[in-house]
């Protein structure tokens, strides 16, 4: 990105998140800090979307680079040599009127869902290890909570690469299983909350 296009969209960004926090209610908060995370955001059609920090930045990164001649819904090739050639595709929106009910309600059950998800933590070995010893640490960054893992799940020597890595390697491995059950306790509790609720 050129930094006449990351100016811009620092100056977008400001501008547009000023106006949202303003203007529009808030849709979700911050469980920790209690902080607005989400708002309600009523667009030039009438239709209401929840809007974060994150799709405010993605509107101001793409505004400004369409405004310098860069196009950021499609990955650049040959056809698009001429800057401006190419039509900005419309995409889904999925983040629709319906979330703004659930949203709030996932935040409130965060804990509860990864609860479910995460059971005993017997599945999870490494993580439970990792989260044991990170409990601990002071300071993350210097307490090499990694290394003291990897010699409690494996033995050897302190700080070993071998084990270390070994204990890394396992631990994105549970973590990716650990995230697709997160997906499916929220996914339960949202189309159960539906049935109950009468909306399905």
Request: aromatic share 6%; glycine share 8%.
């Given at each position: 990105?050129?930094?006449?296009v990351?100016?811009?969209?620092?100056l977008?960004?400001?501008?547009?998140?000023?106006?949202?926090?303003?203007?529009?209610?808030?849709?979700?908060?911050?469980?920790?800090?209690?902080?607005?995370?989400?708002?309600?955001?009523?667009?030039?059609?009438?239709?209401?979307?929840?809007?974060?920090?994150?799709?405010?930045q993605?509107?101001?990164v793409?505004?400004?680079?369409?405004?310098?001649?860069?196009?950021?819904?499609?990955?650049?090739?040959?056809?698009?040599?001429?800057?401006?050639?190419?039509?900005?595709?419309?995409?889904?929106h999925?983040?629709?009127?319906?979330t703004?009910?659930?949203?709030?309600?996932?935040?409130?059950?965060?804990g509860?869902?990864?609860?479910?998800?995460?059971?005993?933590?017997?599945?999870?070995?490494?993580?439970?290890?990792?989260?044991?010893?990170?409990?601990?640490?002071?300071?993350?960054?210097?307490?090499?909570v990694?290394?003291?893992?990897?010699?409690?799940?494996?033995?050897?020597?302190?700080?070993?690469?071998?084990?270390?890595?070994?204990?890394r390697?396992?631990?994105?491995?549970?973590?990716?299983?650990?995230?697709?059950?997160?997906?499916?306790?929220?996914?339960?509790?949202?189309?159960?909350s539906?049935?109950?609720?009468?909306?399905?």
């Open positions: 990105m050129s930094d006449d990351a100016q811009d969209a620092v977008l960004f400001a501008k547009r998140l000023g106006e949202i926090t303003s203007r529009c209610e808030v849709a979700a908060v911050s469980v920790a800090s209690r902080e607005p995370v989400a708002w309600q955001y009523v667009r030039r059609d009438g239709e209401t979307i929840v809007v974060d920090r994150q799709r405010i993605y509107w101001a793409r505004d400004a680079a369409a405004a310098n001649g860069y196009r950021l819904d499609v990955a650049p090739d040959d056809v698009d040599a001429t800057a401006g050639a190419q039509v900005i595709r419309g995409l889904p999925a983040d629709k009127l319906p703004l009910a659930v949203a709030p309600c996932l935040a409130a059950n965060s509860a869902i990864f609860r479910t998800a995460w059971g005993d933590g017997s599945e999870y070995p490494a993580l439970r290890t990792l989260l044991h010893f990170a409990s601990e640490a002071d300071d993350l960054g210097r307490s090499g990694i290394g003291k893992a990897a010699h409690a799940l494996y033995g050897g020597p302190r700080n070993s690469s071998s084990r270390v890595q070994r204990a390697d396992t631990a994105v491995r549970e973590w990716r299983d650990l995230t697709v059950r997160l997906d499916a306790v929220r996914d339960e509790m949202v189309y159960r539906a049935q109950v609720g009468g909306i399905a």
